[in-house]
């Protein structure tokens, strides 16, 4: 499966006729991490457009959606783990690297936690 | 609070439960009991022997210096004058001084009511000297007070009367008649271990010619295998305060460590698995730098 396949669902709707540079944007996007954002820059939209084609790629299963849960310390913020769905509000992460950095709190429930949505392209 | 025997519960605290069970032979799984049995059974002189038998299970901060000194037998029998040295090994290319130190930390402790306190630890602390660096290797004791003091919920920690800025000050004053000492800079043995793919990279900080640069990866990533563009970056810039990660399993427990190669500082915040790790790995770096 390729991003290709991504490009041509929006090539069959009205926003595929300004698409332009596609080749590049394939060359330059980590199929592993794919966010809204990167695909309304690519394509200057709007963000519930690009949202709503990155949603429609789920339904075509061109992408899997991925929920990743940050750490709260506000000099950190990395994704501690990733989800294929909306994870457990009582489960506890541990943020190995604040752990590391002897951080004054390194272990969350998920509640305490943002979430981030990313897509992958589906292999 | 602060009895002798408070201080000894401490000290074992430092050092990981399995270390302390296997050392004195202590059948107990929870740490709080292990401790207490120890306390019972022996005494503190044993106490000390196990903290310095076993002193490279602890978690530690390590700083590498440099000197210029010509004779290595111009090292008396002790470095810091005012602490009685607990253990001295002078052999004829490495001399090894090991000592406790007394801190004490402010604290205010929160339970029903707020209670102002004064913390005593007796921490360990090994200098290791040899003809090219003269290395300290200081015990770190948790930020977390809590974890030390019995029944204490919250524990807000103020600062600590002595700590490793105090204690390198006064080496630099104690040496500084004998020879000029200065911080290492690691960024040569680093980088040959991270270009050899013995070690990888979850957390980067390093220098930009007008800015400091972090890399922060996520889950379980690490930057050299993801950003090898940003990589080939960093090989020729300053690195500052990084985790890296071991890559080649088979030959260390530790699963990562933190280095500032511009501050010659060296930490190792888990415990150690096997007690030769630390070395292993300041071996290396020092071999290739």
């Not at chain 1, 290709?4 to 060359?27: H, L, P, R, Y």
């Not at chain 1, 949202?51 to 501690?80: M, S, T, W």
């Not at chain 1, 429930?109 to 292999?123: D, F, G």
């Not at chain 2, 040959?192 to 922060?216: C, G, H, M, Q």
């Amino acid at each position: 499966m390729s991003l290709e396949k991504f490009f041509n669902i929006i090539d069959n709707s009205f926003v595929g006729k300004i698409i332009t540079n596609k080749q590049e944007i394939i060359e330059k996007t980590d199929p592993d991490r794919i966010y809204t954002e990167n695909i309304r820059s690519f394509f200057n939209i709007p963000f519930v457009v690009a949202k709503g084609l990155c949603e429609l790629a789920v339904k075509e299963k061109l992408f899997k959606k991925k929920y990743g849960y940050l750490c709260p310390n506000e000099d950190c913020d990395r994704i501690v783990k990733s989800f294929d769905s909306l994870a457990d509000k009582n489960e506890v992460l541990t943020c190995y690297q604040c752990e590391l950095k002897q951080k004054d709190k390194y272990e969350f429930q998920i509640k305490e936690m943002n979430s981030v949505v990313y897509y992958q392209l589906r292999k | 609070m602060n009895t002798k025997k408070n201080l000894l519960i401490r000290l074992l605290k430092l050092f990981p439960i399995k270390s302390v069970k296997e050392h004195f032979g202590i059948k107990t799984s929870k740490r709080d009991f292990v401790i207490d049995e120890v306390i019972e059974k022996y005494s503190e002189d044993n106490i000390l022997k196990f903290a310095c038998e076993k002193f490279d299970y602890s978690k530690q901060h390590i700083y590498i210096y440099s000197h210029n000194l010509k004779k290595l037998s111009d090292f008396g029998a002790s470095i810091f004058p005012d602490l009685e040295c607990y253990q001295f090994l002078n052999e004829p290319k490495i001399k090894s001084y090991f000592y406790f130190y007394e801190t004490t930390y402010s604290v205010l402790i929160l339970n029903d009511q707020i209670q102002r306190a004064e913390v005593n630890f007796k921490v360990p602390l090994k200098v290791v000297v040899d003809d090219k660096y003269i290395i300290l290797y200081f015990t770190i004791v948790e930020k977390n007070i809590s974890t030390y003091i019995e029944n204490s919920n919250r524990v807000l920690n103020f600062g600590k009367s002595t700590d490793e800025k105090i204690l390198s000050v006064k080496l630099y004053n104690e040496v500084s008649s004998l020879c000029s000492l200065n911080l290492l800079d690691l960024n040569k043995g680093i980088k040959y271990l991270w270009e050899s793919n013995f070690i990888d990279a979850p957390y980067v900080k390093w220098k930009r010619s007008k800015s400091t640069s972090t890399e922060t990866m996520d889950e379980e990533y690490t930057l050299k295998e993801q950003y090898p563009d940003i990589y080939n970056q960093i090989m020729n810039a300053p690195i500052k305060k990084t985790i890296f990660k071991f890559l080649i399993k088979s030959e260390i427990s530790y699963n990562h460590f933190i280095v500032d190669p511009t501050e010659g500082k060296i930490s190792f915040t888990t415990f150690a698995e096997n007690i030769k790790d630390k070395e292993y790995v300041i071996g290396k770096i020092l071999q290739h730098n």
